[in-house]
């Protein structure tokens, strides 16, 4: 068993769901080992999704194709136009800081703009108010901000303490995207010392690809297995219909 829960089937590219559309990624999740692929696409598609595409891909492969989407969380919105589909999960996503889209090309000279700490308290705040909303069964990338090297001068676990700690109490889902071994970063999302403390904190998590094009689907998948192993998990989450079930690492 092993899932990516975090692809886009869509890309940047937009609607919609079809069959043939989404099929290159199942062949590619299945090449690389994959037994379940989840398509969480950018909700700006969401009136491009198709929930029929996804009993149609299973039935033209061994694959669990699970329906998920990838949610901007941004202080003070609602939720509504998510209720009523038929989702096996939510994934909650901090992609702005006070209306600033950070990780947008084009936007790296804005974080000359920002005390790197306060910046890092204030993103992993919105996280922790993303996981209180009840609505996600998963915080996405929870270290984003880092993804062009800035580092706080406090160990960034400090400032994600209290996010860890909400996720912990509410049984939330912690995402291990290796898509940020592809930006100027190159390292997975969350940090290792992250990863060690969400350990201890007994935090379930998934690993993901955060692929935009199907050759991304799994990449380097055995990079944050291995990573987790050496910090002690085990097992991983999994979805169906919202609920969360568990799969050997
Ligand atoms: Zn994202
Ligand atoms: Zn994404």
Do not use: C
Not at 72 to 88: T, V
Not at 118 to 143: K, N, S
Not at 229 to 246: E, P, V
């Amino acid at each position: 068993m092993a899932a990516d829960y975090h692809v886009h089937g869509l890309g940047h590219d937009g609607p919609a769901h079809t069959v043939e559309r989404l099929w290159p990624y199942v062949e590619v999740a299945r090449a690389r080992g994959l037994t379940e692929i989840g398509f969480a696409e950018h909700e700006w598609y969401l009136e491009g999704l198709d929930f029929s595409v996804f009993p149609r891909l299973e039935e033209k492969t061994k694959l669990k194709v699970r329906a998920g989407l990838e949610v901007d969380f941004r202080p003070g919105r609602d939720f509504k136009e998510l209720e009523g589909k038929p989702w096996d999960y939510l994934i909650g996503s901090v992609h702005e800081v006070h209306g600033w889209a950070f990780d947008k090309p084009g936007e790296e000279e804005g974080f000359g703009n920002w005390d790197i700490d306060e910046l890092y308290r204030l993103y992993f705040g919105l996280a922790a108010q993303a996981a209180a909303t009840g609505i996600f069964q998963v915080i996405g990338h929870l270290d984003l901000i880092k993804l062009y090297g800035h580092r706080p001068r406090r160990p960034a676990v400090e400032l994600a303490e209290p996010a860890l700690q909400l996720m912990a109490r509410l049984g939330i889902v912690l995402e291990v995207n290796t898509s940020g071994l592809y930006r100027p970063v190159r390292e997975i999302y969350p940090s290792r010392d992250i990863l060690e403390r969400a350990f201890q904190l007994n935090i379930p998590v998934i690993i993901t690809s955060d692929a935009h094009v199907p050759e991304e689907v799994g990449r380097a998948r055995e990079t944050a297995r291995q990573i987790l192993y050496q910090i002690g998990y085990r097992q991983l989450a999994t979805f169906h219909k919202g609920h969360m079930g568990t799969e050997p690492l």
